[in-house]
């Protein structure tokens, strides 16, 4: 549920939704998704990603656990790690109105430093 997230689930969601806010790593996704399981070589190919972007968007992903690789001979093999998108979509299904949500998690405004521009600071003066 969205209100029982603590404070390290709600970081690591965060870290989940930077990764994925790159269009190349989240057409990567996609394709993986759409797709299965695919080689560097065969997603080069289908993406026209070439190398060394190619090489280093999958090591962002890999990084932060996304995807899962597999080694055959000299071929690595990429896929999607389901288990580390439940948060983000069960998140994600309680902002569009498709997933349950208790109720909204208190914010601790002392706690964390103010954001936006300096016209909403102003209004808060």
Not at 46 to 73: D, M
Request: without cysteine; charged residues 20%.
């Amino acid at each position: 549920m969205v209100d029982t997230l603590p404070g390290p689930d709600l970081e690591a969601l965060a870290e989940v939704m930077r990764t994925l806010g790159h269009d190349t790593r989240l057409r990567l996704i996609a394709t993986l998704l759409a797709q299965g399981e695919k080689s560097v070589g065969e997603i080069e190919a289908v993406t026209g990603i070439g190398q060394p972007g190619l090489s280093q968007q999958l090591g962002v992903l890999r990084k932060a656990e996304l995807v899962q690789t597999r080694r055959a001979a000299k071929q690595v093999y990429y896929s999607v790690a389901p288990d580390a998108f439940i948060a983000a979509a069960t998140f994600l299904a309680a902002l569009a109105g498709t997933g349950p949500v208790d109720k909204p998690a208190q914010v601790d405004r002392k706690a964390s430093p103010a954001r936006g521009s300096a016209a909403m600071f102003a209004k808060i003066l």
